[in-house]
């Protein structure tokens, strides 16, 4: 029998025992030609061999030729949307995700297409990601078709962080629905996109700064960091004696240049915020 009729015939593996092992074993040293022979057969099986295919995968793609893993990539994508189960096709995607990078562009446009609009949000987020890491302007135009469809939660970050200010303020109070306040009480990176979000519309939304300068004064003052802008020294004394608990308030102080001139205008600084050294 040759390795690879035995590996399509391999029993079900349900735990990581010795079948797992011989399993993991054999299939690691397999190189594409042997891989691409048993992509079909392994995602329709148990989660342990879908995983070791991808593990395989993930570990050689960089090594392998364009051409191998395009072939790799036709057949897996063909097959996705016929596989039995969700978790069956979550196993495609991801190895379609991690051949992403070594395939034809005109692959990778096929795959961003596919996943945008696919009814999976995994599919959809993994984009997002990519996008995110590889963002050029060429991409506003898909996004905000696909933001006009989905609405995705997903997106937010890379919306916030790249798209332009146009459209920030086009959809700014749909956007700003993703920062419920009760969340951001217990959610400090959700928080920080606000505050974000923020700054870029800072001039076109006074009355929004205004209010988080007096609800959430912190918030404020990364706004101001973030801009590279300084606040009133009197203000900000103010401020870290209300807070001088806060673990940022000090850092970020520092990186706006204000320690100088919070010290100058008030040398007894250190005393009214009842900080002790040892002697």
Known sequence: MSIIKFIRKFPEINKKDDKYYLYFGIVSSFD??????????????????RKILLNRITNMVHKWSTKDNNNIFNKVFGLKDSLSSYFKKESASKILIALFPYISRNNQNRLIKDFLYSKYKNNRKRIYNYFYKNWSSKFEKIIKKVWSIFRDEESIGLIVEKMPNVFLLKYFDEISNYFNEEELEYDFSRKILRNKFYARLYDKIPLEIQKLRNTDPISFIFIKKYRKEKIDISWAIKIYKQFSQSRFLARWYSEMGLWEDILKKNPKFLSEIKISFDK
Do not use: T, W, Y
């Not at 594409?32 to 061999?49: G, R, W, Y």
């Open 32 to 49: 594409v030609d042997q891989i691409f022979s048993i992509v079909e057969d392994c995602l329709e099986q148990d989660i342990f061999k």
